[in-house]
């Protein structure tokens, strides 16, 4: 068995009795991968299939049609041009039911106030279908810079990046927010399955140190949401320090209600009403706790609360004026050439650019959706929307990510390249023998997948596809 320290023995002793050793049975030992397909990258079922013509094999969870759990993998998952294009995203069951739970509406604003690496950041993208506005804040470097990688592998044009401390928010964005999602970092012994080092520094004291820090960072998450807003708190952690007591307090200092979850598509349990003699909130059973031992996932504890009433606004006498970003809109010069010369090369409806909001910075577009028009900017953001387009002399060219999101409207300059072979050589950037009519660019598809894009030069294609880290494989032999 694993070396379990007495105080941790102690507590999954009093949560679950004879049941932990099932707990200790699975420390390194991996789950099961799920998966989400994203359509905003194309039609689902195509992906489907291009992710089997890969190789790989999966099955739909039972009650949710929108989760899979992978079957069989020729090679590591994210080494597929699947992952890499921003098809699937691989995340846990129990991590994604934050998300899943907050219900996010397209024309949102959303805080997501801890949200690197961006798992539940781009499910809430793709649940809000590119619309409304996703600020996605963290403070750890390493940690946020993964996160605007996954906005951008997913295709989110809706959202801003930022480092900010999460005690922040509550003043600058007093009553802001329509929905929150407060994801603290946490002691993630509901993880200790992927992360048993967990088990060398986990004590008590550690848990009580993170507690003030997710208790300030819910203070600042009550102040930043609407009334009437809806916020989800979560953790992977089966303290119920970190947990229950944090509702609890919660409940009783500001204006908040919790909601009932209800999740018939997994096994379950009600939060604790008390927990070793310190009775919390009558209303905590409206909370969930998953347990590994009930299903294949992560431990995990959400619960769901609506802010009921206003509060007294904070004091603040030197608040300095929202930021002004020039975003133009898509008649503006000097962008509204570049798009004109994008629509007339593809034929691409010059209502598809009216949607958004556009940047023109270090010789590229980006663009943004137009929900940011109204949003109150502070700070500098680290990252805002997406590039859509490199500016060139003549006209301007679209990146992988433009493509993407705006080539399904494209009616000319497309091609498909239907032979598995031929597109491995395509997104290995080799030499392509595929006759053009045309010159200039070309969106190149797959089963009627949008791939990225190639220049047509004397006939002939020139993959301008993104270089990888390492060689991609379409073909081989995948029985088991």
Not at 168 to 195: M, W
Request: net charge positive; aromatic share 10%.
């Amino acid at each position: 068995m694993a070396q379990v320290s007495p105080e941790l023995d102690q507590l999954f002793e009093a949560l679950l009795g004879n049941e932990k050793h099932s707990i200790y049975k699975q420390i390194g030992k991996k789950l099961p991968h799920h998966i989400r397909f994203n359509p905003l990258k194309g039609d689902v079922l195509a992906q489907q299939r291009f992710f089997r013509d890969l190789g790989f094999q999966f099955h739909q969870l039972p009650g949710r049609s929108d989760i899979f759990q992978i079957d069989y993998q020729p090679y590591p998952i994210g080494k597929s041009l699947s992952h890499f294009l921003g098809h699937i995203y691989v995340q846990d069951i129990a991590s994604m039911l934050p998300a899943i739970l907050l219900d996010p509406q397209p024309g949102d604003w959303i805080l997501d106030m801890s949200a690197a690496p961006g798992s539940k950041t781009t499910l809430m993208g793709v649940l809000m279908e590119n619309a409304g506005l996703i600020v996605a804040n963290d403070i750890v470097s390493k940690r946020l810079r993964a996160l605007g990688k996954n906005v951008e592998r997913i295709g989110l044009s809706n959202v801003l990046v930022y480092k900010w401390y999460g005690e922040q928010y509550g003043n600058t964005y007093f009553e802001v927010f329509d929905r929150i999602l407060l994801d603290p970092a946490c002691s993630g012994i509901g993880t200790l399955h992927k992360n048993p080092e967990i088990l060398g520094w986990w004590t008590p004291n550690h848990c009580t140190r993170l507690a003030e820090i997710q208790t300030n960072m819910m203070r600042s998450a009550v102040k930043a949401l609407r009334p009437g807003g809806t916020m989800i708190y979560s953790t992977c952690t089966l303290a119920p320090v970190e947990n229950e007591a944090i509702i609890s307090a919660a409940l009783a200092e500001y204006p908040l209600e919790l909601e009932s979850v209800s999740v018939n598509w997994l096994n379950v349990r009600s939060g604790l009403k008390e927990y070793e003699g310190e009775t919390f909130h009558p209303d905590l059973d409206k909370t969930i706790r998953l347990y590994p031992v009930d299903q294949h996932t992560e431990g995990f504890y959400v619960a769901k609360l609506r802010k009921t009433d206003h509060m007294r606004p904070p004091r603040m006498d030197k608040r300095k004026p929202p930021r002004r970003i020039p975003f133009v809109t898509w008649k503006t010069s000097p962008v509204k050439k570049y798009i004109d010369y994008l629509s007339k090369h593809f034929e691409i409806p010059i209502s598809v650019f009216k949607r958004y909001r556009y940047i023109l910075f270090k010789e590229h577009i980006f663009f943004i959706e137009k929900d940011i028009q109204e949003f109150p900017v502070f700070g500098s953001p680290l990252q805002i929307g997406l590039p859509m387009a490199k500016v060139m002399d003549r006209g301007a060219k679209f990146t992988t990510l433009g493509c993407h999101l705006l080539g399904h409207h494209a009616k000319r300059m497309t091609i498909e390249i239907n032979d598995l072979g031929v597109l491995e050589r395509f997104v290995n950037r080799e030499a392509l023998d595929i006759p053009t009519e045309n010159k200039g660019q070309y969106i190149v598809k797959h089963g009627g997948l949008i791939i990225g894009y190639g220049l047509a030069d004397k006939g002939n294609l020139k993959s301008q596809f993104p270089k990888g880290d390492w060689p991609f494989q379409l073909i081989g032999d995948w029985e088991k």
